[in-house]
C-alpha cells in the first residue's frame, strides 16, 4: 500500500527481500483504502503485502520468509536480546567514560560505571511505561504486592540511585536506596523462581519484555547491591 499518507513498510521489507534473493519483481501499488479493500476481498487476505510467484500467493512478508527458507521470529517466544544489548552498550559507555577520564580501559571506575549506568538505562527502559511496568512487577515483587504504589516508585529510585552513582554524589543517598531496592528484589526474584518455580516474564528492561525471570533478573539486583557495599568499603580517593 502505498499512498500520500502511509508507505507499508512491510511492503519495502518484502520487496528488499525478493530482489535480494535474486527475483525479479513487479510491484504493483495500492493506492487507495477501496483499491486495498478491493484486493483483500478478492484474495479472501486480511493484510497487505501479498507476494504471488510464479501465480502462486505466497502470502504476507512473515510467509514470504518462511516459503524462502529464512527464520521467522516469533513475536511472544522469551529471548535475552534486550538484557544483552542494554547491558553491552552499558560496558561500551563504562570504558568509554574510563577512557577519557583515565586513559585507560582497565579501570576501578570502569567498573563502579557499568554498574551504574546499567542501572540507568534499566531504569530508562521501566520509565517508558510505568504502569505495564509496575503491573508486570506486581506478579513477582514482595513488597509491591504488599504496597502496589512501589512498583511506581521503583524506576524512580532505581534512576535516582544510578544517577548519583555516576557522579559519585551524594553517597548517603543512592547507596541506601540500592542497597533497599536491590535486596528486596533479589529475595523476590530468587522466591519466585527457585522456590515457587514459577516461569514468569521479567520487569527488568519494561513492562513489555519477553525476557524470562530467573538469572539474569537475580544479577541486576545483587549488582545493585553489591555496587552499594562496595561504595561503602572502598578505599577514599580510589578510581583508577
Keep these: 500500500m502505498v499512498t500520500p499518507e502511509h508507505t507499508c513498510p512491510w511492503g519495502l521489507k518484502a520487496l528488499d527481500l525478493l530482489k535480494r534473493e535474486g527475483f525479479e519483481v ?28 510464479g501465480g502462486r500467493r505466497i502470502g504476507g512478508y512473515d510467509d514470504l520468509r518462511a516459503w524462502l527458507g ?18 553491552g552498550m552499558a560496558f561500551a559507555m563504562a570504558l568509554a567514560a574510563s577512557w577519557s577520564a583515565y586513559g585507560s580501559f582497565v579501570t576501578v571506575a570502569a567498573a563502579e560505571w557499568f554498574v ?4 540507568c538505562l534499566l531504569a530508562l527502559q521501566k520509565l517508558k511505561d510505568v504502569d505495564g511496568f509496575a503491573t508486570m512487577f506486581l506478579n513477582y515483587d514482595l513488597l509491591a504486592q504488599r504496597w ?28 541506601p536506596v540500592a ?22 516474564k521479567c520487569a ?33 580517593g580510589l578510581g583508577h
Design 116 to 119: 551504574a549506568f546499567a542501572m
Design 204 to 236: 527488568c528492561v519494561g513492562g513489555d519484555s519477553n525476557v524470562p525471570l530467573g538469572f539474569v533478573s537475580l544479577t541486576e539486583n545483587l549488582m545493585m547491591v553489591g555496587m552499594a557495599i562496595w561504595m561503602i568499603l572502598k578505599p577514599a
Design 148 to 175: 502496589v504504589p512501589y512498583g511506581r516508585v521503583y524506576p524512580f529510585a532505581e534512576g535516582l540511585a544510578g544517577v548519583l552513582m555516576v557522579s559519585g554524589a551524594m553517597m548517603w543517598v543512592s547507596v
Design 26 to 53: 513487479e510491484d504493483h501499488h495500492l493506492t487507495s483504502r477501496a483499491e486495498t479493500d478491493a484486493f483483500k476481498s478478492e484474495h479472501k487476505v486480511d493484510t497487505t503485502p501479498q507476494s504471488f510467484i
Design 70 to 87: 529464512k527464520e521467522v521470529k516469533d513475536k511472544d517466544a522469551v529471548t535475552y536480546t534486550p538484557v544483552i544489548a542494554l547491558f
Design 179 to 200: 542497597l533497599f531496592i536491590g535486596g528486596i528484589g533479589a529475595v523476590s526474584v530468587f522466591k519466585a523462581v527457585y522456590v515457587d518455580k514459577r516461569e514468569l
